[in-house]
């Protein structure tokens, strides 16, 4: 898919792909169901999945395996590398909790952060429905009556789609509130703290990238909705300092939209990566032995980066497989950007003491003017303490 600059406005990201048909779409699935193997329920791809896998474009391992719904962190155990990936269930709990005090009473706290102190003038709609096809449309209906209707509306946990390399991805905001302008406004309600107006720069970041998600799937629904705006900034709800009172914070989520939006364009389809598999391949981790389910894996490319240990479940058995193959991935995309040509650290310590390499390549220059300096630094330290 081609990349495209970010205009700032509230249309859907374009492509050029061909529309897929009902009957490849049917492939597809088939196809992914059985890589995921036939009994084996899709896992839903969230959010802050999303962010993560837009955040490394490049790694056709993760797009499949999110793709087909297949559970990593299971499919991580079996291969003997678990990961210390999720959220504790205090964490889950205090965050529920949190959110349910800020939607009591109508909403009236988290309406309250928008100017509105009256929630009986706010509309709450009904959007249950049967299956996440029949939310996600029943949402959209939703989004068009709030903004015909030039009211506030408050939408708790609307569903949303957004297609993700040929593949559509359901989402579920906190909340999305629409003013009497039209205009459209993701909240994201966190139980993390907010001390003195400021919460930890980290946090916020991921919060950030989890709400841009949400905006670009908001934009398909605004692109066919008469008068609709979306906000390209999101309202932060957390505790106010050590306390459990909700406060807010408008986040700017302009940046990360721009380029979750570039990142998730860059990803290749599904169907092309799963088209590339033998036949007969399986991640099934209940039939299939660990010698097979490693075989599948393998079968996959990936592209490691150390910040998939803190995004990615299969993040530490990557690691292992990049440090057996003695793979510069593990040092980092800066490093593996400025090495070149040279893909593993035996090559990169052959050409720095001269052994291997072409001089005129700018990568092996820096690496022997490096290894001189040292070596001459050395020698300075070691006159010196003989002196």
Avoid at 67 to 82: I, M, N
Avoid at 128 to 135: D, F, K, V
Wanted: charged share 25%; hydrophobic share 45%.
């Amino acid at each position: 898919m081609s990349a495209s600059l970010d205009d700032g406005g509230s249309r859907p990201p374009q492509t050029t792909d061909p529309v897929p048909t009902p009957a490849s779409r049917r492939r597809t699935r088939e196809r992914l169901a059985e890589l995921r193997g036939p009994a084996v329920p899709p896992r839903p791809l969230d959010a802050r999945a999303l962010a993560a896998l837009a955040a490394n474009p490049g790694c056709r391992r993760r797009a499949l395996l999110d793709g087909a719904g297949v559970d990593k962190g299971a499919l991580a155990t079996a291969l003997g590398s678990p990961a210390p990936f999720g959220q504790s269930q205090f964490a889950i709990v205090r965050g529920n909790s949190f959110e349910a005090r800020v939607k009591a009473d109508g909403g009236r706290e988290l309406l309250r952060l928008f100017g509105v102190e009256d929630p009986g003038t706010v509309s709450v709609p009904d959007l249950s429905a049967s299956g996440p096809e029949g939310r996600t449309a029943r949402t959209a209906l939703a989004l068009r009556e709030a903004t015909a209707a030039g009211g506030w509306t408050l939408l708790d946990h609307p569903l949303l789609t957004l297609e993700v390399a040929g593949s559509p991805v359901h989402l579920e905001p906190d909340a999305v509130v629409v003013d009497p302008a039209g205009r459209w406004t993701v909240v994201e309600i966190k139980s993390f703290p907010m001390v003195d107006g400021a919460a930890d720069a980290a946090k916020v970041g991921a919060a950030a990238r989890q709400a841009a998600v949400y905006v670009l799937a908001l934009e398909r629904v605004a692109a066919l909705t008469e008068g609709a705006e979306v906000v390209h900034t999101v309202l932060l709800v957390c505790p106010k300092d050590f306390s459990n009172l909700p406060t807010g914070s408008v986040v700017d989520v302009r940046k990360q939209r721009a380029v979750t939006r570039r990142q998730l364009e860059r990803l290749t389809r599904i169907e092309e990566i799963a088209e590339a598999l033998p036949e007969g391949l399986s991640f099934d981790v209940r039939g299939c032995s660990t010698e097979e389910l490693a075989a599948a894996v393998e079968a996959v490319p990936h592209a490691y980066a150390p910040e998939c240990l803190a995004a990615c479940e299969m993040g530490f058995h990557c690691r292992s497989r990049a440090r057996a193959a003695d793979a510069v991935q593990t040092l980092g995309r800066s490093v593996r950007g400025e090495l070149g040509g040279l893909t593993t650290v035996g090559a990169v310590l052959a050409a720095a003491r001269g052994e291997a390499g072409d001089p005129e390549d700018p990568a092996v220059a820096a690496l022997r003017r490096a290894r001189a300096l040292r070596q001459e630094a050395l020698d300075e330290a070691e006159a010196a303490a003989c002196r």
